[in-house]
């Protein structure tokens, strides 16, 4: 596997409402080569859940 030319960061604490709209502004960068990492400091709503419904290799 090769490694990614950018990684996004996204340190995420209760913020369900805003992320699914967040991962899609990256997504829908015209740059291609990266990766995404979502850090979850043990929320408590479905801010994982919505970030585990994203498919994309």
């Known amino acids: 596997m090769k490694t990614p030319l950018i990684s996004v960061v996204l340190p995420v604490y209760n913020v369900a409402p805003f992320i699914r709209e967040a991962i899609d502004s990256v997504l829908n960068q015209t740059?291609?080569?990266f990766e995404?990492?979502?850090i979850d400091d043990c929320s408590t709503d479905d801010t994982l859940k919505v970030v585990k419904d994203f498919k994309d290799d």
């Open 31 to 33: 740059v291609q080569d």
């Open 36 to 38: 995404v990492l979502v």
